[in-house]
């Protein structure tokens, strides 16, 4: 299979929910589904100090996620049928004493694995030992210049070149092996980021991963990192000359639907937590990172510290929040954040749910990565 073809069936500004209709199915006849996706850190620690972090908005009660807490509930989302778990949430997976064990776990389990990360602790013998496990690993990079860097993420510019280093080094990983791994990085962009996104579509295009993802920044429902999304128009031009660098083996996409919609949503319930749930890296299960905050404490359901994932999900106490969450009494419009990890499921779905579409199985090839929706 060549590179390009490869790169076509990445969707990274979308939602691959059309490829699990049976899961859909189930939930539109009231079954209790398991769910397709979950987002979750192993730790709320970070070692990085981003401008953009929308973390620091997330603070609750911290639990520590040990190595037999989290094999405990690697398990309990085989056996429920959860198909894909990324190491992507509130706080920085990496520096967990259990990450090389977890993902190596999980893989064993049957589940696909992901992670998101800084990249500054994978040095070349852990990539060696993560690698052929993971479905994809995602390096979180706002900015394409070494003191740049060091302003936006709060770090000292020498970490730039030591996360540069270990992107060459999966990528050689990678090569050298034959590896399925999909090796991406992401840049979140904020307005006053303008002058990085060339620069880092430059360094994509020297460092060699799969892809280079540009995407907005979400807010809270308080506008507390004080997005303007009004100001991304003008940033339009150098978004494009960024994917003007794609070639047959690096993808420079922009997530232009989000960026496009400025924070809005054209739906009020909320339909996707099931399908896509998010963690903390407290433990704590919730329906979505927006509301990880101890001030929503009325969505949290429990924590896997505590109690074992599979009693959590079949509780009634789950399966209560989540039905609020899609019953009139919830609007996302007035109730959410902006542009949350669910939001083009929620598209769909709600669509769906209005008559307004036929939810069929896409033809075509089917793309990367499906048990990330």
Same mark, same amino acid.
């Given at each position: 299979?060549?590179?390009? $073809?490869e790169?076509?069936?990445l969707?990274?500004d979308?939602?691959?929910i059309?490829?699990?209709?049976d899961?859909?199915e189930?939930w539109?006849?009231?079954?209790r589904?398991a769910?397709? $996706?979950?987002?979750?850190?192993? $730790?709320?620690?970070?070692?990085?100090?981003?401008?953009?972090?929308?973390?620091?908005?997330?603070e +609750?009660?911290?639990?520590?996620i040990t190595?037999?807490?989290?094999y405990g509930?690697l398990e309990d989302?085989?056996?429920i049928g959860?198909r894909?778990i990324s190491f992507?949430?509130?706080?920085?997976?990496?520096?967990?004493?259990a990450f090389?064990?977890?993902?190596r776990?999980?893989?064993q389990?049957?589940?696909?694995?992901a992670?998101g990360?800084?990249?500054?602790?994978?040095?070349?013998s852990r990539?060696?030992e993560?690698?052929p496990?993971?479905?994809?690993?995602?390096?979180?990079?706002s900015?394409g210049?070494r003191?740049r860097?060091a302003?936006?993420m709060?770090?000292?510019?020498s970490?730039?070149?030591?996360?540069c280093?270990?992107?060459?080094?999966?990528v050689?990983?990678?090569k050298?092996?034959?590896l399925p791994?999909t090796i991406g990085?992401?840049?979140?962009?904020?307005?006053?980021?303008?002058?990085q996104?060339?620069?880092l579509?430059?360094?994509?295009?020297?460092?060699?991963p799969?892809?280079?993802v540009l995407?907005?920044?979400?807010?809270?429902?308080?506008?507390?990192l004080?997005?303007?999304y009004?100001?991304?128009?003008? =940033?339009f031009?150098?978004?494009?000359?960024?994917?003007?660098?794609s070639d047959?083996?690096y993808?420079?996409s922009?997530k232009?639907?989000k960026?496009e919609?400025k924070?809005?949503?054209?739906?009020?319930?909320?339909?996707?937590?099931?399908?896509?749930?998010?963690?903390?890296?407290?433990g704590?299960?919730a329906?979505c990172g927006?509301?990880? +905050?101890?001030?929503?404490k009325k969505?949290?359901?429990?924590?896997?510290?505590? $109690?074992r994932?599979k009693?959590i999900?079949?509780?009634?106490?789950?399966?209560?929040?989540m039905?609020?969450?899609a019953?009139p009494g919830f609007?996302?419009q007035?109730?959410?954040g902006? =542009?949350?990890?669910?939001h083009?499921?929620?598209e769909?779905?709600d669509?769906?749910?209005?008559g307004q =579409?036929?939810?069929t199985t896409?033809?075509?090839?089917r793309?990367q990565?499906?048990?990330f929706?």
């Open positions: 299979m060549s590179s390009m $073809t790169h076509t069936r969707i990274l979308g939602t691959k059309g490829w699990h209709l899961r859909v189930a539109q006849r009231g079954e589904i769910p397709i $996706t979950i987002d979750m850190a192993l $730790t709320r620690a970070c070692n990085y100090a981003c401008e953009f972090c929308y973390a620091m908005l997330q +609750n009660d911290r639990k520590v190595k037999d807490i989290i509930f989302c085989a056996e959860v894909g992507v949430s509130d706080g920085e997976s990496t520096i967990s004493p090389v064990d977890a993902v776990y999980g893989s389990l049957g589940l696909s694995m992670v990360t800084n990249g500054l602790v994978l040095t070349r990539l060696e993560i690698l496990h993971l479905t994809y690993l995602r390096i979180n990079i900015a210049e003191e860097y302003e936006i709060g770090v000292r510019e970490w730039f070149d030591r996360v280093s270990n992107i060459e080094d999966m050689a990983i990678k050298r092996d034959q791994v990085l992401q840049m979140v962009v904020m307005p006053s980021y303008g002058d996104i060339v620069p579509a430059r360094l994509g295009k020297k460092l060699r799969d892809y280079l995407k907005h920044c979400s807010d809270s429902e308080d506008g507390d004080g997005v303007d009004n100001e991304y128009d003008k =940033l031009e150098r978004l494009r000359e960024a994917e003007s660098f047959d083996e993808q420079v922009v232009w639907s960026i919609a924070g809005r949503r054209s739906y009020q319930r909320c339909y996707g937590a099931p399908f896509l749930l998010q963690l903390s890296g407290s704590l299960v329906p927006m509301l990880f +905050n101890e001030r929503y969505f949290h359901i429990g924590n896997i510290c505590d $109690t994932f009693d999900w079949a509780s009634d106490r789950y399966w209560e929040v039905n609020y969450l019953s609007n996302a007035k109730m959410c902006s =542009l949350c990890l669910q083009k499921v929620n769909v779905l669509a769906a749910q209005k =579409l036929t939810l896409p033809e075509g090839t793309p990565h499906l048990s929706v």
